[in-house]
Nanobody, 127 residues
Framework: QVQLVESGGGLVQAGGSLQLSCSASGRDFSGFPMAWFRQAPGKEREFVAGMIQNDGNIVYSGSVKGRFIIARDNARNTVYLQMNSLKPEDTAIYYC????????????????????WGQGTQVTVSS
């Protein structure tokens, strides 16, 4: 059974940092796209960052580019999201996602493009 489990969320003041982790089990996702999405109350789930390999093919949404860093450790089957300079508008539930269907060399930004999802971890940024 494939599982993605996020951790690392919490409450932080504006300007602070958090690192989220997503640990995958049941399948090796090395070489396949993985991504982070987030969903704020009353809003649709939105793409935050996605990647295939650490040495290239990484995409960030405009709202987090320059502040967040996505990385993965294939040996641990884990993807990370380092979040710096956090703002109150970053408050949301953050979800990890993985895709094994379609073009494995393309990073997609739609919820429907991903095959596996974690349960989410809450990030709250106070002003």
């Amino acid at each position: 059974q494939v599982q993605l489990v996020e951790s690392g969320g919490g409450l932080v003041q504006a300007g602070g940092s958090l690192q989220l982790s997503c640990s995958a089990s049941g399948r090796d996702f090395s070489g396949f796209p993985m991504a982070w999405f987030r969903q704020a109350p009353g809003k649709e789930r939105e793409f935050v960052a996605g990647m295939i390999q650490n040495d290239g093919n990484i995409v960030y949404s405009g709202s987090v580019k320059g502040r967040f860093i996505i990385a993965r450790d294939n040996a641990r089957n884990t993807v990370y999201l380092q979040m710096n300079s956090l703002k109150p508008e970053d408050t949301a539930i953050y979800y990890c996602a993985a895709r094994i269907t379609g073009n494995r060399y393309s990073i997609r930004g739609s919820v429907s493009d991903y095959d596996y999802w974690g349960q989410g971890t809450q990030v709250t940024v106070s002003s």
